[in-house]
């Protein structure tokens, strides 16, 4: 996943987080070089929801696109969530400063909708 991470972007960092059953997490996140206005804020957003249309895997199939709230940090949270071979969300949370893809593989029955907000606001606010 770190190597789709635009070259421009700073201080790009990968983790994988895993509960040793079936829940599963995956994070990028990386600053952009200046802050970002919100036109650029809603580009990268639109650019993952072209990106999950285009490269979807064979067997899974996404929800609509919602909006979660953001929080405290403000900018934007995106996602849609993975059903079929996969289960789980996808989603991308992006303000100013940072941009920030989830990946998220759980069991529908335990899929938090306000975990992205979370990861979020601990990974931003630790950097």
């Known amino acids: ?6 070259p421009e972007l700073r201080g790009a960092e990968g983790a994988a ?10 994070i990028v996140v990386a ?3 200046q802050a970002a206005a919100s036109g ?9 929801h072209d990106g999950l ?26 996602c849609a969530t993975l059903r079929g071979d996969a289960s789980g969300q996808l989603c ?4 100013a400063v940072t941009m920030m893809f989830i990946i ?6 335990s899929l938090d909708p306000d975990l992205p907000r979370r990861l979020r606001e601990g990974v931003v606010t630790s950097r």
């Open 17 to 26: 987080y895993s509960d040793g059953n079936a829940h599963t997490v995956f």
């Open 53 to 78: 249309v285009k490269n979807i895997p064979p067997g899974v199939r996404l929800s609509d696109l919602e909006e979660r709230a953001p929080g405290p940090l403000g900018g934007r949270i995106s």
């Open 92 to 95: 991308a949370a992006v303000d």
């Open 40 to 48: 650029e804020v809603d580009a990268v957003i639109a650019g993952f």
């Open 1 to 6: 996943m770190l190597a789709d991470v635009p």
């Open 104 to 109: 998220d593989l759980a069991p529908r029955s």
């Open 31 to 33: 600053r952009f070089p």
